[in-house]
């Protein structure tokens, strides 16, 4: 069965063409030029990863993501953002704060935009096999290829950075984990060119608040060295 890829761009000649790329390469395609109706399309229609330009009229590319990531229902969806007019290296580190999934700034090639695309369906489809398993602590219960993590047999919402970060923790835990490997491994930042702990600590911050007091106290500051779950 093909891949659906809901395409979400206001430029209406760019979105033909993407759209007639990406069917012409076996990809099943859903589209709007509206952010909203995105949102909508996202949790009825089920798509395998939506395509979003940054600068969307209304609720743009950075908020159709990260209302996708915070939502339970759709929290499991790659998303890529595109853009002409973001393209600053903070316009990207906040999509990626957003819980962008990939960043590409036009003018691309569409042939690069479709192998990004595959790249990120192999990352989420990696595990999904009959050998996946799921990772059990402290009434957390984390299924890493569905994406999805309840509390006590509910479901939590949390975006694809906040996921990747407690996955981690997790399967490391006692573990002091640094800030540059934090960076490295979970946001896929070169530390060369980026080193600031503030995107690991609003992230922690965040996830302490959704699992609650009493999971938030596992997830521990070691001051001058990173964070562990304890």
Known sequence: ????????????????????????????????????????????????????????????????????????????IPVIIISGCKTEEADIVNGYDKGADDYLTKPFAFSVLAAKINAVLRRYGAGSGPAAR?????????????????????????????????????EKKGRVLGIPYLLETV?????ATYDNPHTVETHISSLRKKLGKKLAERLVSVTGHGYKFE
């Open 1 to 76: 069965m093909p891949k659906k890829i809901l395409v979400v761009e206001d430029d209406r000649k760019m979105l033909d063409v993407m759209r007639r790329y990406l069917e012409n390469r076996g990809f099943s395609v859903i589209f709007t030029d509206n952010g909203s109706e995105a949102l909508m399309l996202a949790r009825d229609s089920k798509p395998d990863l939506i395509v979003a330009d940054a600068g969307l009229p209304g609720l743009d590319g950075f908020s159709l993501c990260k209302a996708v990531k915070s939502s339970a229902g759709t929290a499991a």
């Open 187 to 191: 946001w896929g930042y070169d530390m």
């Open 134 to 170: 799921l990772v059990r602590e402290q009434g957390i219960e984390l299924a890493p290829a569905a994406r999805t993590v309840k509390l006590g047999g509910k479901p939590i919402a949390l975006t694809r950075k906040e996921f990747d970060l407690l996955t981690l923790m997790l």
